[in-house]
């Protein structure tokens, strides 16, 4: 949501007072469709709102009276009170009758946000995540446990209701961009019409990136076992048409496809990168020269890891694929991987992420204990921390709810040295 117009707190509340005091109740379940599109919109500027589909009374737990409006499609659903008094709004979500109880009133006049007679002042649509009524942050369910929005915790409620933390652990790693790793952009088009750009299919390098910069620049290995590889701060203005000729040509001849180039420096394509980035990057480039655009296999990723690492006197890096996931997750051994300061390469094939690499940087073991019939069954499930690519913020992964739907293979490069 962009920036929302604000004058000064103590003009505004008094303009509210005058505003509100001046006209009559505006009960809930007497608002337009016109009404209801501007709150949403407030709430979540990507919103498409057509229609309500229904509008239904409610009744929150302290026994106050409200509507919930049933949005068009998709787009979930809007708990109103009297006088624009929002209890809970949930984007792309089922409908849940069961509405929190909020302090939070939505002022069409100024279109701003308020808190009893404080005025929120509420920019982002991410800064309304923390507020106690909002589901700000709902979780994007694919149906094979992917969680690809950043609220751990509402997912547990709902698809492992009772859960606790059993065990957790996280390493501190940089998260890395698929799109600021790219060299070459490409275009998103519709109906001939530029959309903007999208990454390289780098996620590959951007995984083991990701764990060879957290182990170069942040782990307790970085100046044992990892002090002479290049430091984050050594970077260098890349030329790809000079460095990575053979994928400078592959990209050439596909042009017509969907690719266009950036131009920061004055030079095409150019950018600037550290030198372990570069390193990875030619590492790929040697196994294919279109992996940039096109990924490589786990097991290229796997010669490019130890092929870097032996660049720079590490020869005794060596790294392998282990797929038998649900056991090797569910395991001390897994757990033991983290807790020593190694990130995972993660590669999941299957559902959200369809063949698409991750750095894995921590876990969440969760447990429930189960009423079956005359005796407590104990329940677990594991949650990976990842990096995947898409975002630089903290994502988690359902792996156990992966695995028992049967949602696709997975496979996880360890290393040891």
């Known amino acids: 949501m962009g920036t929302i117009s604000l004058v000064t707190a103590t003009f505004v509340c008094a303009a509210i007072?005058?505003?509100?005091t001046q006209r009559p109740i505006v009960k809930s379940d007497s608002y337009s469709l016109s009404q209801i599109r501007q709150v949403v919109l407030a709430l979540n500027e990507k919103a498409k709102i057509t229609g309500i589909e229904d509008l239904i009374p409610v009744t929150l737990k302290d026994g106050t009276d409200a509507s919930l409006y049933d949005l068009n499609g998709d787009e979930g659903y809007l708990v109103l009170g009297d006088d624009f008094k929002i209890f809970d709004y949930r984007p792309n979500a089922d409908l849940n009758k069961e509405a929190k109880e909020c302090d939070l009133n939505y002022n069409p006049i100024n279109r701003s946000f308020y808190s009893g007679n404080k005025q929120l002042n509420i920019t982002t649509e991410t800064q309304l995540g923390p507020n106690s009524c909002l589901r700000q942050n709902t979780i994007d369910d694919k149906g094979c446990g992917e969680i690809e929005a950043d609220n751990l915790q509402d997912y547990v409620d709902e698809k492992f209701a009772g859960g606790t933390v059993d065990d957790e652990y996280s390493l501190p790693i940089t998260r890395q961009s698929q799109m600021d790793l790219s060299v070459y952009w490409r275009e998103k088009r519709e109906d001939n019409v530029l959309k903007g750009y999208t990454s390289e299919g780098n996620c590959w390098l951007s995984a083991s990136y990701t764990i060879f910069h957290y182990l170069v620049n942040t782990s307790q290995y970085k100046d044992s076992?990892?002090?002479?590889?290049?430091?984050?701060?050594?970077?260098?203005?890349?030329?790809?048409?000079?460095?990575?000729?053979?994928?400078?040509?592959?990209?050439?001849?596909?042009?017509?496809?969907?690719?266009?180039f950036i131009n920061p420096y004055g030079e095409f394509a150019a950018k600037e990168f550290d030198g372990l980035y570069i390193d990875l990057r030619k590492a790929g480039i040697d196994l294919d020269p279109s992996s940039p655009i096109k990924g490589l296999t786990t097991n290229q990723s796997v010669t490019q890891m130890e092929k870097v690492?032996?660049?720079?006197?590490?020869?005794?890096?060596?790294?392998?694929v282990e797929t038998n996931y649900n056991a090797y997750t569910g395991t001390d051994d897994f757990k033991q991987f983290i807790k020593d300061g190694k990130p995972l390469f993660?590669?999941?094939?299957?559902?959200?992420?369809?063949?698409?690499?991750?750095?894995?940087?921590?876990?969440?073991?969760?447990?429930?204990?189960?009423?079956?019939?005359?005796?407590?069954?104990?329940?677990?499930?594991?949650?990976?921390?990842?990096?995947?690519?898409?975002?630089?913020?903290?994502?988690?992964?359902?792996?156990?709810?992966?695995?028992?739907?049967?949602?696709?293979?997975?496979?996880?490069?360890?290393?040891?040295?």
């Open 346 to 417: 993660f590669a999941s094939h299957g559902s959200t992420y369809d063949n698409h690499a991750m750095a894995v940087s921590g876990y969440k073991h969760y447990k429930r204990t189960v009423k079956v019939l005359f005796w407590d069954k104990i329940e677990w499930a594991t949650f990976l921390e990842i990096g995947d690519g898409w975002s630089t913020s903290v994502r988690y992964f359902d792996i156990t709810r992966y695995y028992w739907e049967g949602c696709g293979n997975a496979e996880f490069i360890k290393y040891t040295w």
């Open 17 to 20: 007072g005058t505003q509100f």
């Open 225 to 260: 076992i990892f002090s002479l590889f290049p430091k984050e701060e050594n970077k260098t203005i890349y030329y790809p048409n000079k460095q990575e000729p053979s994928a400078y040509k592959w990209v050439f001849d596909n042009l017509d496809h969907f690719r266009v």
């Open 309 to 320: 690492a032996s660049s720079y006197g590490l020869s005794s890096f060596d790294a392998s």
